[in-house]
């Protein structure tokens, strides 16, 4: 289903915009007199035992809400469907580039109404976050989000690998020129059939982000007028570069031989727990599964090399995110334990201390999204490498990509883009041509569905690209 579909059917359901007061529903209490709220999620196995953490503190600290947890796979369909449906879940557990596009969609309560009824204006709650994630918590003037965990990706290296090849180990590479270089010290083929062996770096590895390639080169997805993909030389740029790790280590064949039986990050055949790739970019989780799959894998973290000259501190950001689906029954109620996930102990000197979503966060090992970190977070955290993720992403050049409505279908191209551009299918100008071409019209016909409904920003009012 396309977006601008999701979106028809969503306003058609739900009215527009989300924005109203806080509705208490009157309904008749069960059996133990809470309000259960039905709380949908993606996680499983050791996320999931967290999240359950977090929601036994919080039934321990009232006596009105239970929280019904149910892990879901394919939330955001699920999710959009039963809003359409009129049977939402109180909260659901959507990723960060989602909230633009479901409220967009009319598909999510705004939380305005419920932060401005606790005391404060919007603007106060979101300042608890560092910027970057406030920004995703927030779409057109108003938030409709809360974060539950906060993510950064940034550069991991095998520092195993660095000192065979004869690199400094404690010193990643600093600019693009010198990660080109190390990539190619940390290269090996086989001397007699020329194979490779061994990369320094694969960008389809994971290949979960591909825009993220032309923002650390310093392009732009979009401006106030609407896509930019193939106008931006930052981005022909970046795609030039990726094309060169096929060209220059034996064209895509030599590169699918080597990537065979590769296995994902949940597996212990993954290239960089083996050794076969010596550098990622990679989020903060990395971490525990690497305690699981390579117990004692000697790895490094920091910053993403300098490709914009000045730009040393810059980092892919992401979130999970609760929201209160359109409709939802007991909103105020699901309300209250986002409010109490978006809080911590800023004092918290023990684990028992942690409270809220510091809590969830030290359980999952990943950062906090707050700019204020109690001692005992970040004194003790599991991450050894936590202090890291929290500099870049309170960095002004830490980059979200899903600012737009628009960005579920925009990343689809850009990953189609990204495929024909590494397998040398396509060159990296034509490949950004042809997905612009498909981009221009599919904004066009968005931002034609925002102003009907008089959603589109004032910053938008340009002309569309037929």
Known sequence: MSLPRRACVCLAVGGLGGVGTPVLH??????????????????????????????????????????????????????????????????????????????????????????????LTPAQWLARYEPVYASICEHNGHVFAGISTPLVMTLHWNRTMFRAAGLDPDRPPRTLAEFNAYCRLLTKRDPRTGEILQMGFLPQEPGWWP??????????????????????????????????????????????????????MTSAQNP???????????????????????????????????????????????SDVLVIPRGAKHAAAAWEFIKFVNSHNPNARTRAELQGGELLCFMQEKNSPMR????????????????????????PHAAFLGEVGIFPEYNRELATAFDRVRLLMATPGQALADAQARLDVAWARYRRSLERHGLLPQEMMAPATP
């Open 372 to 395: 204020q970190w109690s001692p005992f977070f970040t004194e003790h955290h599991p991450h050894p490498y936590i202090k890291e993720f929290r500099t870049l992403a309170a960095s």
């Open 211 to 264: 825009g993220i390639f032309l923002r650390w080169f310093g392009g732009e997805l979009w401006d106030a007028h609407g896509v930019t993909l193939a106008k931006d030389p930052h981005n022909l740029a970046a795609m030039e570069w990726v094309a060169g790790f096929t060209r220059d280590n034996g064209g895509p064949d030599a590169i699918n031989t080597f990537a065979a039986g590769f296995g994902g």
């Open 26 to 119: 009157a309904m008749a209490p069960p059996p133990d007199g809470r309000i259960h709220v039905t709380y949908w999620e993606k996680w499983t196995q050791f996320e999931e035992r967290a999240i359950r953490a977090v929601i036994a503190e919080f039934e321990r600290s009232q006596d009105r809400i239970a929280i019904d947890y149910l892990p879901v796979g394919l939330i955001d369909r699920k999710t959009i469907v039963a809003t359409a449906g009129g049977d939402p879940p109180d909260i659901a557990g959507l990723w960060a580039p989602q909230v633009a596009a479901f409220a967009d969609a009319g598909a999510l309560e705004s939380l305005d109404p419920y932060i401005e009824h606790d005391g």
């Open 272 to 318: 960089f727990y083996t050794g076969k790739i010596a550098m990622v970019f990679q989020g903060v989780w990395l971490n525990n599964y690497i305690r699981q799959y390579k117990p004692g894998l000697d790895f490094g973290v920091g910053p993403w090399p300098e490709a914009v000259p000045g730009v040393k501190d810059f980092a892919m950001v992401e």
